[in-house]
């Protein structure tokens, strides 16, 4: 007899005792069939509670054998109440356990059988079927003899309950009659699969073949002589599900995977609609409805045209086939899963495990109920999902592929107009194709459902915890739960509204390293050597205006503000925390002298736009920081120049007595100097703010307008867009900037940097050439600030150029803020891309929380 066990859950050894289940079990280990940790052993546990084996009660006096018989069923109880946890520890991981224990009576049996269902794995039963006589001579030859009553009670039990065992629910129940010719085999999870070479998930198709062939050729594959689509690297392709109903081809669409599935080079997995199918095909009372009647609809131009037998065979395939689908696939590499496909979704607990109720949530993910359209309520199951193993699924369409909580939804609505998505991995990239549309023939779409729902609240149980943020330009952010909560209160009790707050900009890493010129901390030969060695040859540097980063988001009227963000405005200015970056009153006046001239000029009309949306910089600087100004530098200044006057003084005297201290005294005019310099910096970035008229606004980045985005454009176009600001309200200021091109204009603009700072200006910004640069692949930064050496008085303090505190402060470590600099910068533009293109406020939401908390994580606030 050959025995094939399970790859994970429980098998019961069923025998009276003497039946030689430790003995076969002893066997296959010794065989290494079987792991010793795979088998859990009763007479092993009675051992680790009480330090005996076996306790004999026979052939003593009544009282002594009761008592005996009281503390053997006690130290049982206590034995089988452990091996019960550890059996059920090992079903929640997944593994297999062997129980060598009699299991005669149906109460033990039961409790096994609940806890595998319990915990969704298989329970299967070994039954040794051993003669009554056998049994008896074995006893004999036992150290501690059961006795034969007891053997004989036991045999009783097993003849009355051997008949009932194929009616207990076990996979499969193998009755052994002897061991001589046993075979043992170990079963293997089908749910997993390597990934070989790659693979490509594909969302849910709903019968739309064109899109699925367009985005097959897309991703590489080519047909070969066969028909069949084989990529020439090896990769195979996965269905997440739904591969037919609602769309034009759905019959035709199947018969596709089928052919694939079975030739090894594709993967399907089941789902609410395959299921539904593979019923109505079973002759079970189905009602088609939901799209699914279009399937059946194509059954009966097939069976006109290939006639009733051809017709009744692909049925059958085709049912064969949907009822064998595998609820989910766990894909491994090297060994490790690393990811899991699933069409509506699955819990932690179900990953690499079958089940019926595994199965139904695979197809339809959490459900709460059905609304008043009868449609199902969808409860966020992906909230729950703690594991690092990302999950890829569909069933729920979404405008555009979203990753939350390392789970990706690759479900685009293809058949409601929207894209058929294919994720690939381990590239972890998503390919897409737009439908050419809208193939349900449904005015009600989800993804309208979506739209209409788009200004809705985030749920914030989805952030706070920590999330991932899939970004085009960086691939996976993480945010981890530490500084996501923190942010969440801010964005709850301190910025604007949500609807509004769509970007923050991202932080400004200086030179990756310290000049290396004595005297400077900061110098632009750094950035400019920092570019080229990453094949940067043209670059652009700009004036860094001294004032405070603003977001302006305007609108062309307060109706263009109620579509975009479901309120009336025209517009919002906030800082680059969230909030409002002036008073009520002083924004409403400010956006409404903006929006007169960006009307009057045509802007909008120009550029047929409902909004733009600027990176800015406001000055004077006292508008946001004059509390710091009084507080700190001026009061600092005043009390450094005083006190440096004083030992100055005193000093200037003593040297008349003692020339030994002019080096002191040289040291403290070199520290006054410093303090009067300190002053001149801060005082030149501020001025009396006596109307709107003092507000200099100098925008350096046009983001975005209502049906674009501008990140594909050079530096050059946005100082271009300064320069047409400037010219459309006295309220924008143009921003000076030099292109870097050669070695020529790299010396002119550090003669420049060098002119503007020795005047107390901050410094320049230097920039590729264009807003995104890349690498061999690799995001580089998008700008880099290299500061004056007046202005870093302010920031390193008015003696931070003495040359014990220039060493120390040459050590400073940048690599932190390199690194939040380009997460935060690929979260920015992520947000405004969603925004654009009409995702939800929670979608642009995800991307802005991200931003703010990432801010939170301590960084040198110096740098």
């Not at 009763?42 to 009544?62: G, L, N, Q």
């Not at 033990?108 to 039954?127: E, F, G, H, M």
């Not at 059905?370 to 199951?381: A, I, L, N």
């Not at 100082?719 to 020529?744: G, P, Q, W």
Request: with cysteine; charged share 30%; aromatic share 8%.
């Amino acid at each position: 007899m050959n025995i094939v066990l399970p790859y994970a859950g429980i098998v019961l050894l069923i025998g009276p005792s003497n039946s030689g289940k430790s003995t076969l079990l002893k066997r296959m280990i010794e065989k290494e069939e079987i792991l010793p940790s795979e088998v859990i052993s009763s007479d092993d546990f009675r051992i680790m509670v009480s330090d005996v084996e076996f306790i004999d009660w026979h052939d003593r006096p009544k009282d002594e054998s009761d008592s005996l018989m009281d503390e053997y069923q006690t130290i049982s109880g206590e034995a089988f109440s452990m091996m019960e946890s550890v059996i059920e520890a090992r079903c929640r991981l997944n593994k297999l356990t062997i129980i060598d224990a009699t299991n005669l009576h149906p109460d033990d049996r039961k409790r096994y059988i609940t806890l595998a269902k319990n915990n969704n794995v298989q329970i299967q039963s070994i039954v040794l079927d051993i003669a009554e006589d056998e049994l008896l001579a074995r006893d004999e030859r036992r150290e501690h003899p059961r006795g034969k009553r007891r053997i004989r009670q036991q045999c009783q039990t097993f003849k009355r309950e051997k008949r009932y065992l194929k009616k207990e629910g076990y996979a499969s129940v193998y009755t052994i009659k002897e061991t001589d010719n046993l075979q043992v085999s170990r079963g293997t999870n089908p749910l997993e699969k390597d990934i070989g070479h790659g693979i490509d998930i594909i969302g849910d198709i709903h019968g739309c073949h064109e899109e699925l062939i367009l985005i097959l050729e897309k991703l590489g594959y080519q047909k070969n002589q066969e028909g069949l689509y084989l990529h020439p690297e090896g990769r195979k392709f996965v269905s997440v599900g739904d591969v037919m109903s609602r769309g034009p081809e759905s019959l035709k669409t199947m018969l596709f995977f089928h052919e694939h599935v079975q030739k090894g080079v594709a993967y399907m997995i089941d789902s609410n609609h395959g299921w539904k199918i593979a019923r109505w095909l079973d002759g079970r009372g189905v009602t088609l409805n939901h799209g699914d009647e279009k399937v059946e609809e194509e059954f009966k131009r097939y069976e006109e045209e290939h006639g009733r037998e051809k017709a009744a065979e692909t049925k059958n395939k085709l049912k064969e086939f949907l009822l064998h689908a595998p609820s989910h696939y766990v894909f491994t590499k090297n060994g490790v899963q690393t990811l899991i496909c699933v069409h509506a979704g699955i819990k932690d607990a179900f990953i690499g495990k079958q089940s019926e109720a595994i199965s139904d949530f695979c197809r339809y993910g959490d459900t709460d109920g059905f609304d008043e359209r009868g449609k199902p309520v969808r409860k966020d199951w992906y909230i729950s999902h703690k594991k690092s193993t990302l999950i890829v699924w569909g069933h729920d369409p979404k405008p555009q592929p979203l990753l939350i909580n390392n789970t990706i939804n690759i479900d685009q609505g293809a058949v409601f107009g929207g894209a058929l998505t294919a994720f690939r991995y381990p590239e972890r990239e998503v390919i897409s194709v737009q439908a050419s549309q809208n193939h349900s023939g449904d005015d009600d779409t989800p993804l309208k459902e979506w739209e209409k729902n788009r200004l809705n609240p985030p749920n914030i149980g989805k952030f706070i915890n920590g999330y991932s943020v899939l970004t085009e330009k960086m691939g996976e952010v993480k945010v981890q739960k530490d500084i996501v909560k923190p942010a969440i209160d801010k964005i709850s009790h301190f910025t604007i509204p949500i609807e509004q707050l769509i970007y923050i900009p991202p932080t400004m890493s200086p030179t990756p390293s310290p000049s290396s010129s004595a005297n400077y901390l900061e110098h632009p030969r750094e950035a400019i050597d920092y570019y080229r060695s990453q094949g940067i040859q043209t670059m652009i540097a700009e004036k860094k205006h001294m004032g405070s980063r603003a977001i302006l988001f305007l609108f062309r009227d307060t109706e263009a503000s109620k579509k975009h963000t479901g309120f009336e405005s025209l517009g919002v200015i906030h800082t680059r925390t969230g909030r409002r970056f002036f008073d009520v009153k002083t924004e409403e006046k400010l956006i409404l002298k903006i929006n007169q001239d960006l009307n009057e000029s045509g802007y909008f009309d120009r550029y047929e736009t409902d909004y733009v949306l600027l990176d800015a910089e406001i000055m004077p600087w006292n508008l946001k920081a004059k509390e710091l100004i009084s507080s700190q530098y001026a009061h600092v200044a005043e009390n450094a120049i005083l006190d440096r006057t004083m030992l100055k003084e005193k000093i200037e005297k003593a040297v008349y007595e003692n020339a030994d201290l002019k080096g002191w005294l040289e040291e403290y005019e070199l520290k006054l100097e410093n303090a009067h310099t300190f002053k001149e910096v801060f005082q030149k970035y501020c001025w009396e703010i006596e109307d709107l008229n003092s507000i200099q606004i100098a925008p350096f980045h046009v983001l975005a307008h209502s049906e674009d985005t501008f990140f594909d454009k050079p530096h050059t176009w946005h100082m271009e867009m300064n320069r047409n600001f400037a010219k459309c309200s006295h309220l924008f200021v143009e921003t000076e900037y030099k292109v870097i091109s050669d070695e020529a204009s790299e010396e002119e603009v550090i003669k420049w940097w060098e002119d503007i700072t020795s005047e107390g200006h901050e410094g320049i910004v230097i920039k590729p050439e264009f807003f995104i640069a890349r690498n061999k692949g690799k995001l580089l930064q998008p700008a880099i600030k290299v500061r004056g050496r007046k202005y870093l008085n302010i920031i390193y303090g008015m003696d931070y150029l003495l040359p014990e505190n220039l060493e120390r402060l040459k050590n400073r470590n940048t690599g932190k803020k390199q690194k939040l600099a380009l997460r935060e910068f690929s979260l920015g533009i992520e947000g405004i891309q969603r925004y654009v293109k009409g995702e939800s406020i929670e979608r642009v939401h995800e991307c802005v929380l991200g931003t703010l908390a990432m801010e939170s994580d301590p960084v040198d606030p110096r740098l």
